[in-house]
T-cell receptor
Framework: GEDVEQSLFLSVREGDSSVINCTYTDSSSTYLYWYKQEPGAGLQLLTYIFSNMDMKQDQRLTVLLNKKDKHLSLRIADTQTGDSAIYFCAFQTSYDKVIFGPGTSLSVIP | ETGVTQTPRHLVMGMTNKKSLKCEQH?????MYWYKQSAKKPLELMFVYSLEERVENNSVPSRFSPECPNSSHLFLHLHTLQPEDSALYLC??????????????FGPGTRLLVL
């Protein structure tokens, strides 16, 4: 079956870059997503990348996709305290399901 | 503001109660979803509706009963729940289901506590 793995915790200092990593097993994924969940809130779509792309940049966010290694990463430049949240990677399978990772809890230290 | 709203935001219920969760999307989407988010577990897809027809039912116990009266509204009827059903229930919608871009937009969730 499909599987998605993420590190559960990440701690960075304010102003540094954060890199959140995700690995997946389904090689037929079409869309790969990053969602953000702030405390007490639902999921917010941050960005997504098509499987035929290697990189996508959106302001402070950079998504890198290595299809060979089935590795997806989210880089947040100049991390702020407001970026503290849980970040979920997710991918759309060939069966049109969206599978979510367990989430990475990002803590930003002032 | 995501365009997907859920009510109530918090709910406490006993195991013998009957309650309903409501989701409404204002995005003109054709597909709606119910997810369960438990502590320390990945997000679990429960139900998918496309054009008001149920297309996915991922082995969810019958004490959870979904209803989709139209493409803008989705309900989750709850009865005789167990304490382990306590979780955050998330609703989402997407333009379509199957064959196209299905970026999902999530509501804020209903935090459910079963006593």
């Amino acid at each position: 079956g499909e599987d998605v793995e993420q590190s559960l915790f990440l701690s960075v200092r304010e102003g540094d870059s954060s890199v959140i990593n995700c690995t997946y097993t389904d090689s037929s994924s079409t869309y790969l997503y990053w969602y953000k969940q702030e405390p007490g809130a639902g999921l917010q779509l941050l960005t997504y990348i098509f499987s035929n792309m290697d990189m996508k940049q959106d302001q402070r966010l950079t998504v890198l996709l290595n299809k060979k290694d089935k590795h997806l990463s989210l880089r947040i430049a100049d991390t702020q305290t407001g970026d503290s949240a849980i970040y979920f990677c997710a991918f759309q399978t060939s069966y049109d399901k969206v599978i979510f990772g367990p989430g990475t809890s990002l803590s930003v230290i002032p | 503001e995501t365009g997907v709203t859920q009510t109530p935001r918090h709910l406490v219920m006993g195991m013998t109660n009957k309650k309903s969760l409501k989701c409404e999307q204002h995005l003109g989407h054709n597909a709606m979803y119910w997810y369960k988010q438990s502590a320390k577990k990945p997000l679990e897809l429960m139900f998918v509706y496309s054009l008001e027809e149920r297309v996915e039912n991922n082995s969810v116990p019958s004490r959870f009963s979904p209803e989709c009266p139209n493409s803008s509204h989705l309900f989750l009827h709850l009865h005789t729940l167990q304490p382990e059903d306590s979780a955050l229930y998330l609703c989402a919608s997407s333009q379509d289901y199957g064959g196209g871009e299905e970026t999902q937009y999530f509501g804020p969730g209903t935090r459910l506590l079963v006593l």
